[in-house]
């Protein structure tokens, strides 16, 4: 995430032509405008109840009243818009919140833009208790020298409302945008009446963005757009537009299936797990129905799906605001421990907090919330927070930032642990029905000021939830605050306790492991990193002798359970010289199979960047270089998940009653079979083959021809033993389907010509074209004519069709009712004029001409020559005259061009059919 003054161009590229497909085909005017969220349609927000006198949050909190005019609030928010737009590394923070009613109307809509350190967030106690009839909107940041994108667009959010979308001009109206990165979550939503977009489509390009997360949502269609990885849990989607390297879903309903790695035009990069394993909401500020402000802490989760409150309030507990020391900017870390030794909860209003020695929280089930965008620095190299091992502490809203001494951590997890024991034997305040959790936790080392230290976040105590975090060491930031030997800081994460859970665990730049997990029985969800960008020579970076560089996640060899899912790891190297990665991910190769699950690298920026990634994981993979740049290197189980599954195939055909022609028959494989499975594989009964082709690893086609004018059925089978994947195993069931068909010709109908003869007619062509008799492009099983309009082709050459000396065929049975020819033709271009003529093969003055006109470009399809609808330069039809001469132009009027055409199957048929 670069600022302009570091490095001009965006390091986080992304296929232009993703983005012109996002705006130009349907990604985003395709989705319903209209869609509702399935949990509520149509919320009836509750009034605001009646307040006592409000707490003091400080003079950065704003706190609005449905009473108010919208006029009025909308001044408020496009005010603090105006100062926070471009505030990346300042030090003004605020809280937007609302009490619970409805803001704006459709025809006065409330349209509120999120700067930097913004937050934005209902007071009710449920989502649908404050309505925003308008947007809540994140858009790109637009600088000259670099364009228009959100990589950058951190640290705010959004939490606890209904948006009714409505309002907004031009393209801005067809979503809410959410244009943001990391440091951006959004939970609590329940967004109505739009899509909610994640790309700001609306701008300039590059219009790039690197999320993002989302939490106990409810939502209609959702626009991914460019971002290059997104996690979303316990949600439900209407629908999610597309990937681009690592969209991940936990327990979210309406998510797409698992497609990993992507499968090109037709579904992923996506990661579904059916179930979060475990999972605590944030804590938030509400007014209960006597006007009293509460802190809800909301109850644990295990494998659950879905938003907590779609079936009624969320489980959990309320604790009154009195309960809790409010603390401000200047209040001094005596007085806050003070606080907490004496039981009281705390929270940070909006601002940033010199933090010159330890918090220590000490007493199970404290909540620590900061609402605002709350930042802790620390000073003087102290610890910023530590936290004992006791039960049921929640650390939510805060960011930490590193001072210009070095820590040796800025927020501490429990006490390190001296020797290890059985987990039912250790720590009796650890708990897994009652966990320390940290929800929307923000580390930064350098960025606003210089910044040091040697690990940010270190977890020692056991049960511990993680989720939402980003460990940032800078890449960029106000000038002097950022370089190697400046914002020094060796680790993002330290985990060291059992059964900690991750779940969207984002970790960046730091110039060690990135994080380093000590505990068993640990699981991630979701992890995106990028590797330090500024090592400035390899030999500066190496983990030991011959190992090049470190991992993005390091676990123990000592490890031996630990489960993840769906992880990124990306490079951009860029001080010019080449420093490689020797793995992004380093695990113990006796963990059980699959205990990782879908890995990738990416190499950045090829115009930038040198080195790269060499392996994804203990040496497998393949590596990430300039030589596949933005490609996404990928591994799907580590260790190696024996397969032991034989593949199996379903056959379908095309056609629901009886086939009165060609079939096609369909065959959909349950994995990757490679090119094992050929038209040699399958036996037919009753039919001749014809076109095999094969679509990709998983699905083929077989053209099945039945013969003329008969009925019965046609059996297509596959035997046991046919085919194989990937691992070698063969199907060892056998298939068979059955397709019953009629070519048995109308009585008023009588086929002339087919070409598939014992004796094949005859073509002259004239007036430069070249026809000839061919297999049929489409189905081997066929014979066709031919015919190419040579360039420069006289506009009335044609090709006569005969089967008799004299350029002659069979008398054609013209009566009163038959006087239509029918023909099969293949054109390259629809909206063609093609004439047919019949006459006299004796007497040219006996001749009648019709045209038809084509309506597919590179398809086959049949064509009505109704010949009592003459053109007007011949004779009508005379059934009593001899007509056994037919001629067929294509393209009639036109000079040749070089294109060529098909003709088959000439039938003689009533009037107009």
Known sequence: MLLPHVTPAPRRRRLRSLVAAVTATGLVVGLSLTGTSAAFASPQARPAPPSSAEPDFGPNVRIFDPSMPTSQIQAEVDAIRDRQINDEMGTNRYALLFKPGSYGTVENPLMIQVGYYTEVAGLGLNPTDVTINGHVDVYNRCRPATGCFALDNFWRSMSNLTINVTGGEGCRASANFWAASQASPVRRVNIIGGNLSLMDYCTDGPQFASGGFIADSTMGPVINGSQQQYFTRNSSVGSWSNGVWNQVFSGVGGAPAECFPAVTDVCGPYTTVDKTPVSKEKPYLYLDSAGRYNVFVPSLRTNSTGASWVNGPTPGRSILLSRFFVAKPGDSVQTINKQLKSGKNLLFTPGVYAIDKTIKVQNANTVVLGIGIATLTAVKGAVVM???????????????????????????????????????????????????????????????????????????????????????????????????????????????????????????????????????????????????????????????????????????????????SALGSYSFFNQGVDIFAANAFEVPGTLAPGSLHNMLTIFLDPSKAKGGITNVINGIGGSSTIDNASTPVTVGDYPAVPDTTAPTVAITDDIAASAPGDVTFSFAFSESVGASFTADDVAVVGGAKGAFARQDSTHATLVVRPPGNSTGVIDVSVAAGSFSDAAGNANTASVVARQEFDTVLPPSTRRLLTFDEGTPPTLIGFGGVDPTIVVDPTNAANRVAQVVKGAGAAVWSGTTIATMPNAAIERIAFTSTLTSLTARVWSPDAGIRVRLKVENAADGAQSVETDATTTLAGGWETLTFNLANQVATTAALNPALVYNKVSVFFDFGTVGSGKIYYLDDLDLAPKGS
């Open 386 to 564: 530590a936290v004992e091992d006791v039960a049921g502490v929640g650390i939510a809203g805060i960011t930490i930032d590193a001072g210009t001494k070095n820590s040796p951590v800025l927020l501490q997890i429990g006490s390190v642990k001296k020797e290890k024991a059985d987990i039912g034997d250790r720590h009796e305040s650890s708990s897994r029905s009652n966990p320390t959790t940290l929800q929307d936790v923000f580390f930064r080392i350098g960025g606003p000021n210089v910044g040091k230290a040697d690990v940010s976040l270190e977890v020692n105590s056991d049960n511990v939830i993680l989720d939402d975090i980003w460990a940032w060491r800078a890449d960029h930031g106000i000038a002097g605050t950022v370089g190697w030997d400046i914002n020094t800081a060796k680790n993002g994460v330290i985990v060291n306790g059992d059964n900690v859970t991750a779940t969207g665990l984002f970790v960046e730049h730091y110039q060690q492991h990135n994080v380093i997990w000590n505990g068993n029985g640990g699981e991630i969800v979701f992890f995106q990193n990028e590797l330090a960008y500024d090592p400035p020579s390899q030999a500066a970076w190496m983990q030991a002798p011959g190992v090049n560089g470190w991992s993005a996640l390091k676990v123990a060899d000592s490890v031996t359970t630990f489960t993840a």
